[in-house]
């Protein structure tokens, strides 16, 4: 019998200096991604679709 285990963990936060930094020595996470601010246009994009969404209920 194969028995197949998948683990995934997200974390986020926007402040990153605030992560312990136990939980970012080697073989904890195995890739760290950046997401910088959106830009303005992007932001309004995001507030209509949301607002969209609000307004539809």
Aim: aromatic content about 8%; proline content about 7%.
């Amino acid at each position: 019998m194969l028995v197949v285990v998948v683990f995934l963990l997200l974390r986020a936060t926007n402040i990153p200096q605030s992560i312990d930094p136990a939980l970012l020595r080697t073989g904890r996470f195995d890739k760290k991604i950046y997401v910088p601010v959106p830009d303005l246009l992007s932001r309004t994009k995001l507030f209509s679709i949301i607002l969209e969404k609000k307004t539809s209920r």
